[in-house]
């Protein structure tokens, strides 16, 4: 999925600026779609405006610059739900913490508890965060997929790395103090 069919699907649902497009695409309930940078956004919604697809109207605010807010046009919701028969392309999923995993046997027992710790106390603030909204209601159906979707991936994540964790701990090296304790 690209920038162009993200920008499209949340002036689907409403007007927005460039900088709520970016928030949402980063830490609202498109940030599980696409991560879209303030780089890409913009050029795709001038692009689009010149296709068309997409309006835009400056509005005043008081003490601030004036926002530029865009809208879909017919045109753009035609082309959105064109974009949505195209191929999705393969899955993608970077992890910080997979990589710190990978390398857990280069560090320190305390760091690698606490960095397990710190990761699952945010898969768990997520979860709650997302069951917040279910318990909401008012979502649609495919709303409500997603969300079930997302909410069983995390439980998932979650079972498992409380199961294991003390399997990547073993792999740290042991605290420094307890080295030279046992010399």
Known sequence: ?????VCLSILYEGEATGYEIRR??????????????FGSIYPALAKMET?????SRIEPQDGKPAKKIYAITEAGRRAFV?????PLGEEVFRSPFLLFARYAHLLPASLVESRLQEQ???????????????DKGDLTPGDAWVLRHGLTCMQVVEQEMTAHMHELIAQARPEP???DAAE
């Open 1 to 5: 999925m690209n920038v162009r069919t």
């Open 24 to 37: 949402l695409t980063v830490e609202g309930e498109c940030s599980y779609f696409v991560e879209a940078s």
């Open 51 to 55: 296709e068309g697809l997409v309006t």
């Open 82 to 86: 064109a974009s949505l028969h195209e």
């Open 120 to 134: 699952l106390d945010s898969i768990r603030e997520k979860r709650r965060h997302l069951e917040e909204i279910r």
């Open 177 to 179: 103090q307890a080295a």
